[in-house]
């Protein structure tokens, strides 16, 4: 009898319950032999059976945790017999079918020519692309400032009336004015007398200075 139990390697004591196998007569701990299902020696008739096998298939090793459709159901593998299923290939690309042949003395169709591009400056610019002027059209250069023929800018009644006090007896209130022809009868007046008649002149612009308050043109000084 073999003086250690072959399960827990421990040596058999005089007060422990030993059992002996029926088959090949090794003798082990009742506990022993009751934990382990059977004989512990490898290849008795009394050894356990061995446990299942949990067949794993190649999808299974790829896609833990998913179910993949395949055209064919997939082969289980084993850790024993290692037989892997068959995957299955993404669907073929359809081949494109060439055109048929043209046929001898045709002429191809021609190609258009690409589109020119649009002329930024220049007369093609101004002859096609010719907006008014907008603040907010960036395409654009703005216009320069114009102003209005019709506008007649106002005459300021504080230099009328400078100019009637200092340079009256030449009638430059009166060139300012747009009155030309009392400025140059003043003019003359005050030239021609060898500046004599500066007084008749001088006494003239005042008194224009006090009472006209509008140019010749009818606009009132501002």
Known sequence: MAVTCPYCRTAFEADEEIVQCASCGTSHHADCLA????????????????????????QDLRFPGTQIPSAQPAAPTSFLNLQTAPVALPPSIPSVTPPPPMPEGAVPAPVPPP???????????????????????????????QINPGYIPRKSRVVFVLLAVFMGVFGAHNFYAGYNKRGVIQLCI???TCFFGSIITGIWAIVEACIIDHDNDGITFI
Do not use: I, Q, R
Not at 36 to 51: H, I, Y
Not at 117 to 138: L, R
């Open 115 to 145: 589109p020119m591009p649009w002329p930024s400056s220049g007369p093609a610019y101004a002859a096609n692309f010719n907006p008014p002027y907008s603040p907010t059209f960036s395409g654009h250069a703005p216009a320069p400032f």
């Open 190 to 192: 005050t030239v021609l």
């Open 35 to 58: 934990e382990n299902g059977g004989c512990t020696v490898f290849g008795c008739a009394e050894a356990p059976k061995d446990e299942a096998k949990v067949s794993v298939s190649n």
